[in-house]
């Protein structure tokens, strides 16, 4: 098992692989060679191959050269791959030099396909020099089509100088780029992070090595972020310095070459310095580094705020001191100025701020994925954080008592801030001021929610009772019609849900879900053994409702059992179909129709028998809906989503045309899956093959976690598919629309399909 260490292996398979052929693997294990033969004969199927690796694959990983030529010469094929790794890769992989030579003579290819990790980055991850220098000898590829990334990589990441600088004197590509467009030196960066890298001194080598070698310094990765931002980011001194005294530009902002990728909601070309990035996460040490080495102190972002404000801002006093002894100075005129002073609670700088003339109702729209509330106006921000004296001066000053922060995802007024942190003197303040006690938010996730709401979610006993005492309604509902009740049930606050029951709360009423605070009972965080029994006395007090016989609804089966599924799904080979007279006229119709060429193969070689084009979203939509039976007839369809971070209309993406029309094999062939919840390629087809029964639909959008496409008929009952897709893929509802009400109104009013597990 240590071989396959970060390899993904669903635990259905590995039961087989623990229980499976026992026989022979205790003979492996005894070093039993004249039982090989006998004992492979009646495994050597294909009702059995590919269950489980084969039997040279863990002969190979236990490093026995004898049973690895007993099994050799029993016919097993040296070539035969599981989980990603051939036998070959996996003892390079354990760092078992004597079977890779073996396995080497007996034929095994050293080169890999784009499905399986390669030998060589297996040998460099265990960091055996001797068999990294094997299989260069044998002539593997220091630059493989991998899906591991490539050996260069994983030696930066393991922190091995020795095989760096063989890997490179063999011809590796030092320009190797990874995940989110990281170069090598932003990859190490990442990679010395975690606590089990090598340590400050190795990651000093390494980056002097790549800089040598020619890497370059001030490379942006795909967030337009460089390995001096990411190391600031990252609060490593050891890098900053090191990066600095090798030529680092301390200057350089994430700014995208193209305008029209700015786009600033995704923390992408936020035009931040290092200088800001620092003083924004209040790296008081690291910013004075970067002053010393030339950073601009006056530099602005995107939110035209300097390192001084931002400092000011997050209220970071340490980073504060560092700028303003290095000459640092704050427009203390500007919108952003009032929304900080507001936050820390400055009384003199707001007033000061007001005094200037600024809008008492200015909404701070900075940072707004990185906020707990998102875009709040200076009175939310004294009251969420308990500044009377700010609160009463804005007030003083005209601030609108009930205006809300933005929508995006939910909204919240000033009486909700208070309350949910149980300020009862800004409250006080507030209500006096003559706030709305039964207003109700707007947004998506938690929408319609009111100020007692909030109290009862934090359990805050005190101001419930002072929300209770201005009018609050009591059984008052949210989106997903849940009362305050079922808020303090979840919040596991014992002393807030007898508050609510003594209010006359209603503990029968049952939200979207059919469930009753009660029933909430069973997934709080918090719970407590005394709710249970007083919510259970309180139904059995309770008056019973009548109501009319309700008309029984289609509802869908509960999704299948994901375990039963099958968790992987083989890839489909696309090479031969790619070669039929009818996909080449598919071809000719895309290149027509979008006036582009195919683009070239070059770092898509992962991707045999498809054509690749880039566009536009907004052009990939409009061609597949209006092409898509045409593409048909040719046995073709078309689908977009493949390129990261391409999320607007207007941002290029790629068309892929495959040689295909089963949207089965498409989701197999980019092999789509649940990075959050687990879920394998297998498992998602097999959940889709159920919503297209419940209504039918075609794709034209998939990526690695991503499913669209269009309903191509219409809803038969909207509520029970909404809830079929919620138990599918939750981010549809908790991170998308905010509830399945909206899902399933959405659902009557459109044909859109989407998925994605983010």
């Given amino acids: 098992w240590n071989c396959l260490q970060g390899v993904t292996i669903p635990s259905h398979q590995r039961e087989v692989i623990d229980t499976f052929a026992a026989e022979i693997h205790e003979a492996i294990a005894r070093g039993e060679t004249g ?24 002969a190979a990983v236990d490093g026995d050269c004898e049973i690895v030529d007993a099994l050799l010469a029993a016919g097993a094929d040296p070539n035969e791959a599981a989980y990603s790794l051939s036998a070959l890769a996996a003892a390079a992989r354990c760092g078992q030099l004597d079977v890779v030579r073996r396995l080497l003579e007996a034929g095994a290819s050293i080169t890999t396909s784009t499905n399986t990790v390669d030998a060589l980055t297996c040998a460099v991850e265990s960091q055996s020099e001797d068999v990294v220098e094997t299989l260069i000898q044998a002539g593997a590829d220091v630059n493989p089509k991998s899906m591991a990334g490539a050996p260069l990589l994983q030696a930066v990441k393991e922190g091995n100088i020795a095989i760096m600088k063989r890997l490179i004197a063999a011809g590796a590509n030092i320009h190797f ?57 990252a609060n490593n001194e050891a890098a900053v310095e090191t990066l600095l005294a090798c030529g680092a530009n301390p200057n350089i902002a994430a700014v995208a070459p193209d305008p029209s990728k700015d786009n600033s909601r995704f923390s992408r070309a936020d035009h931040a310095t290092a200088l800001i990035l620092a003083a924004r996460a209040g790296h008081a040490r690291i910013a004075s ?21 931002w400092a000011k801002r997050n209220g970071h006093d340490e980073v504060i001191a560092v700028l303003v002894a290095a000459g640092a100075q704050a427009d203390d005129s500007s919108p952003q100025a009032l929304l900080a002073a507001a936050r820390a609670g400055d009384l003199p700088a707001v ?26 106006t200076p009175l939310i921000l004294a009251a969420a954080g308990g500044h009377g004296d700010i609160v009463a001066e804005l007030l003083r000053s005209g601030a609108d008592v009930d205006l809300q922060s933005s929508a995006f995802p939910t909204s919240i007024s000033p009486l909700m801030a208070a309350a949910e942190s149980g300020h009862i003197d800004v409250m006080e303040q507030l209500l006096a001021a003559g706030a709305d006690v039964n207003l109700k938010n707007n947004g998506f996730e938690g929408a319609r929610l009111q100020a007692l709401h909030f109290a009862a979610r934090s359990g805050q006993v005190e101001a419930a009772k002072l929300l209770l005492h201005h009018g609050a309604r009591i059984n008052a509902k949210n989106a997903d019609k849940e009362t305050p009740l079922h808020f303090a049930v979840t919040s596991g606050n014992l002393a807030t849900v007898q508050l609510c029951l003594d209010a006359g709360a209603d503990p029968l009423a049952k939200n979207t879900y059919d469930l009753t605070p ?26 019973k409702k009548t109501s009319k016989p309700k008309q029984k609804k289609l509802t869908p089966a509960i999704p299948y059992d994901w375990e039963a599924a099958p968790w992987d799904i083989e890839r489909p080979d696309f090479t031969g179909a790619a070669t039929t007279e009818s996909f080449q006229r598919a071809v000719a119709l895309v290149t027509s129709g ?73 989701v197999a062939y980019i092999q789509t899956a649940d990075p959050n919840g687990g879920k394998g390629p297998g498992q998602i087809v097999a959940g889709l093959r159920q919503l ?48 399945i009400s909206e899902l399933a109104r959405q659902l009557k009013e459109s044909d859109q399909l989407f998925f994605w597990w983010d």
């Fill in 35 to 58: 039982a090989i033969s006998t004992l492979a004969k009646p495994l050597d199927n294909d009702d059995q191959r590919g269950r489980c690796p084969s039997l040279l694959f863990w």
């Fill in 518 to 543: 009660r029933d909430s009972l069973r997934d709080a965080k918090r719970r407590s053994s005394r709710i249970g029994p007083l919510l259970q006395a309180a139904e059995a007090s309770a008056p």
């Fill in 594 to 666: 979008l006036g582009v060429e195919p683009l070239p193969l070059d770092g898509l070689e992962q991707y045999p028998g498809v054509v690749f084009f880039e566009i536009s979203r907004a052009k990939a939509k409009e061609f597949i809906n209006s092409q898509r039976n045409e593409l048909a007839q040719s046995g073709a369809m078309a689908v977009f989503g493949l390129k990261r971070f391409a999320v607007r209309d207007e941002d290029l993406d790629y068309l892929m045309l495959l040689p295909t029309t089963d949207w089965e094999q498409t």
């Fill in 692 to 739: 297209y029964e419940l209504r039918p639909f075609y794709i034209t959008q998939v990526a690695h976690d991503t499913i669209g496409g269009s309903f191509t008929a219409p809803a038969k009952n909207s509520r029970a598919l909404a809830k079929w897709m919620e138990a599918f893929c939750s981010d549809i509802v908790y991170q998308g629309v905010g509830s």
């Fill in 177 to 233: 780029k990874w995940t989110i467009g990281n170069n090598l030196i932003g990859s190490a960066i990442g990679s010395f992070s975690d606590d089990d890298r090598p340590g400050d001194d190795a990651l000093r080598d390494i980056i002097r090595t790549l800089v040598k070698h020619g890497v370059e310094i001030d490379a942006k990765n795909s967030f337009f972020r460089t390995p001096l931002m990411l190391a600031t980011e």
């Fill in 351 to 376: 007033q000061k701020a007001l005094e200037a003339g600024l809008d008492v109702d200015v909404r701070d729209e900075v940072g707004a994925l990185n906020e707990a509330i998102i875009g709040p």
């Fill in 289 to 309: 580094r970067l002053i010393a080495a030339g950073a601009d102190l006056d530099a602005l972002d995107n939110s035209d705020l300097s390192a001084l404000q």
